[in-house]
């Protein structure tokens, strides 16, 4: 079986394997550059107050270890409550954040695609 010929970060090679007909895995393809920045786009790692997926996990283990606490005794139910609203208002928050940028994604793609059709249009 082949193996990526790209680097790592730390300049190890890349221990993945590809298809016979392929030199690299997508994480190194130079033709797939492009791609792999609209997917990081899409994923929210670009720009913002930070990755909303790696919020979402941090909030939902916070949920779950104040829920666990409450469940134990170990904190008031009362307060648990607040919590969790505030949670609930943070998750809220990161899916409007997600929503805004899946839509500029999408207006700039449109642009993109409007600049090409008076490209086609203009030859």
Do not use: W
């Not at 104040?66 to 904190?75: H, I, S």
């Amino acid at each position: 079986m082949a193996r990526c010929s790209g680097f790592k970060p730390d300049d190890s090679p890349c221990e993945r394997i590809v298809g016979a007909s392929r030199t690299y895995c997508y994480a190194h393809d130079p033709a797939r550059a492009d791609e792999r920045k609209r997917a990081a786009s899409r994923g929210g790692k670009r720009g913002g107050r930070g990755r909303p997926m790696a919020e979402l996990q941090g909030v939902k283990g916070k949920l779950e270890d104040l829920a666990e606490d409450v469940l134990q005794g170990r904190k008031d139910r009362g307060d648990a409550a607040v919590a969790g609203q505030l949670y609930n208002t943070l998750i809220r928050a990161i899916g409007m954040e997600l929503k805004v940028r899946e839509q500029l994604e999408i207006e700039e793609r449109i642009a993109e695609l409007e600049a090409l059709l008076a490209q086609r249009e203009a030859s």
